[in-house]
């Protein structure tokens, strides 16, 4: 059973830094899954598309976060990671770890709609 835990979330003020990490277990596999980050802003149903990496390696992120934020991964440790800098107020929201076998093709970072297995979510406040 495959199973995603965040966390490394907390507050912080803008300008300031967070490093999410995604504890990834269960996978047989690891380097065949495609993996992703996804924000859910307060009052909002959707989960938007932060930052991703493609199972040969390759990685995006939002245009929102370019430059700000990086997504890596540890396969040897199963983690996923994601760096967050210069935070905004508006970066504020659920932040949520998620995978899917094999890779996508198309728009990077892909939705949601391309992952299926989520973690739980790690809450992310940013004070302006």
């Known amino acids: 059973q495959v199973r995603l835990v965040e966390s490394g979330g907390g507050s912080v003020q803008a300008g300031g830094s967070l490093r999410l990490s995604c504890a990834v277990s269960g996978l047989l596999a690891s380097a065949e899954y495609r993996h992703g980050w996804f924000r859910q802003a307060p009052g909002s149903n959707e989960r938007e598309a932060v930052a991703?990496?493609?199972?040969?390696?390759?990685?995006c992120s939002a245009d929102s976060m370019k430059g700000r934020f990086t997504i890596s991964k540890d396969n040897a440790k199963g983690t996923l990671y994601l760096q967050m800098d210069s935070l905004k107020p508006e970066d504020g929201g659920v932040y949520y770890c998620?995978?899917?076998?094999?890779?996508?093709?198309?728009?990077?970072?892909?939705?949601?709609?391309?992952?299926?297995?989520w973690g739980q979510g790690i809450q992310v406040t940013v004070s302006s």
């Open positions: 991703a990496i493609n199972t040969d390696g390759t990685s």
């Open positions: 998620a995978t899917d076998r094999g890779p996508w093709l198309g728009n990077c970072p892909p939705s949601s709609l391309f992952f299926g297995i």
